[in-house]
């Protein structure tokens, strides 16, 4: 009977930790540019597609500026504090991503190793809106303080 009850507790344990390790901002987000605040020239769209692989989380942006251009970022982000490559980022070619909780979590952006700038997300408890503030420095010297806020799709 011991047995039994231990197995059993081993597999609640297994089972709930499995749910749980799943992340909050897994799925498709729509920039809703009505409730977003920038610094400067707002997007027309933006969409973010977040998916949980074993390397971590893969984020996919592609946006459509103001002007028309359109932009892609592709970065794997981890929660284990150390820097991993991204792509597509005028402004940053690495981050390090630390989880705060469950729906919230920090990045540190990086250029060439110097840091220089940083995202603070967060998922909603309802698991409806995302939000994304953004601060730093482009590339061009100018400062960023953006708020972004998605929603799910």
Do not use: C
Request: net charge neutral; charged share 25%.
């Amino acid at each position: 009977m011991v047995r039994i009850v231990a197995i059993a507790m081993l597999s609640t344990l297994f089972l709930g930790t499995t749910a749980f390790a799943a992340d909050a901002v897994d799925g498709t987000w729509k920039l809703n540019v009505a409730k977003s605040k920038f610094s400067g020239t707002a997007p027309k769209s933006a969409t973010r597609v977040y998916t949980e692989s074993a390397d971590g989380t893969t984020l996919d942006q592609k946006m459509l500026g103001a002007d028309g251009k359109e932009m892609s970022m592709h970065v794997t982000l981890t929660y284990d504090g150390k820097d991993h490559p991204m792509t597509g980022n005028p402004d940053a070619d690495s981050g390090a991503g630390k989880a705060i909780d469950a729906h919230t979590s920090d990045f540190t952006l990086k250029m060439g190793g110097k840091v220089v700038g940083s995202v603070h997300r967060v998922v909603s408890a309802d698991g409806k809106t995302l939000t994304v503030k953004n601060k730093g420095t482009h590339t061009d010297g100018k400062t960023y303080d953006d708020t972004l806020v998605f929603d799910k799709q």
